[in-house]
């Protein structure tokens, strides 16, 4: 199923579902440039795993496009400690919010997916026809299940009944309004905390993993611009990579951001930590072609992270 483009965000009402997130909220500073009304809802105040809520909120709200980055996220260690809230959450969320996007006659509905789901051993850089070819990467299979789901329950409802929706994959997303956990958190915020609590109180960093594992960064603000560009251009089932097209390693990963933080303590990777996928890169081709690509360079885009966490966290 086929619709005119681009669509049109002009004097539309829309739903960023997650707004309090890191992306969800860059979405909602980026929206702020198209002449829409944007619609943000706390958590607190409506549970989407609840579907007569995310009804009702429908009812009242009837939005005419939704970008759907609502989500129980986090790193590594986070995903293997709580393998049952990745896939229930994830799950309920999603189908909660595509069947009332199709119930209430949404015009457009933007899913996201991650480059967790596909397969662990997928050809790199990743094409999108990966998808489903081999077995999902164990650290991170629940939270994969769950987005697997949400995207072919999109690509369902196109074909059955003629919604307009359409599924991004992006890269590993970092950036400003990050969880910035030690522990529970992603690769960056995990190190800027931990190695900003090395330079207050000395000792060895720890490293988790290899330090092998290569992953493609992509700016928060880059990729909430790529889902307004999509969300304008792009109508198809097929569902489209959103990354930099670069990839780096977590053992440079590091060095960059010691050079940033002014940090040269000791250092030690640890091989009782999983190291997930060894390499994520996602064919970003198919979007390239489009007329998109990124802005923001590695170096900047942990520049800007690292001012951000000084200012909104650490004081
Ligand atoms: P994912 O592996 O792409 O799902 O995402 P993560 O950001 O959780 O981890 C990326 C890589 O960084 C993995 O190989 C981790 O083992 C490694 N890593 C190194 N130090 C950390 C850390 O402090 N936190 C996290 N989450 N990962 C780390």
């Known amino acids: 199923m086929t619709y005119d483009l681009p669509y049109s965000l002009v004097g539309k009402r829309v739903w960023v579902a997650g707004s309090a997130g890191m992306l969800g909220s860059s979405l909602c500073r980026r929206l702020k440039e198209e002449d829409c009304e944007i619609f943000d809802i706390p958590r607190k105040s409506l549970d989407l795993c609840r579907q007569l ?3 009702d909120w429908m009812a009242e709200k009837r939005p005419h496009a939704i970008f759907f980055a609502a989500g129980t996220v986090g790193g590594i260690q986070a995903n293997q400690d709580r393998p049952g809230e990745f896939i229930y959450d994830n799950a309920m969320m999603a189908i909660n919010v595509i069947n009332s996007a199709r119930l209430f006659s949404v015009e457009k509905l933007l899913i996201l997916g991650s480059s967790c789901i596909y397969p662990r051993l997928a050809k790199q850089p990743m094409v999108e026809k ?9 650290t991170n299979e629940s939270y994969a299940i769950a987005k697997i789901a949400a995207l072919k329950l999109g690509q369902a409802f196109r ?4 919604c307009d929706i359409i599924s991004a994959i992006p890269a590993n997303l970092y950036g400003p309004g990050d969880k910035f956990h030690p522990d529970d958190g992603h690769v960056i915020p995990g190190l800027i905390s931990r190695i900003e609590e ?12 290899t330090g092998k594992p290569q992953r493609d960064f992509l700016f928060v603000d880059d990729a909430a611009d790529a889902l307004v560009f999509l969300m304008k251009k792009y109508s198809d089932e097929a569902e489209i990579n959103i990354g930099s097209g670069n990839v780096c390693s977590i053992a440079e990963l590091v060095e960059i951001l010691s050079e940033i933080m002014d940090f040269s303590g000791p250092t030690r990777f640890d091989l009782e930590k999983p190291d997930g996928m060894p390499l994520k890169q996602l064919d970003i081709s198919r979007l390239t072609q ?3 690509s990124s802005k923001k360079s590695l170096l900047d885009g942990l520049k800007a992270t690292y001012r951000w966490y000084c200012k909104e966290v650490r004081n």
Request: aromatic share 10%; proline share 3%.
């Open 290 to 292: 489009l007329g998109w």
């Open 159 to 162: 074909r059955q009944y003629g």
């Open 198 to 209: 090395k330079k207050l109180r000395g000792g060895t960093l720890v490293i988790w993993g």
């Open 130 to 138: 990966e998808l489903l070819t081999g077995s999902l990467e164990p």
């Open 53 to 55: 809520d995310v009804e």
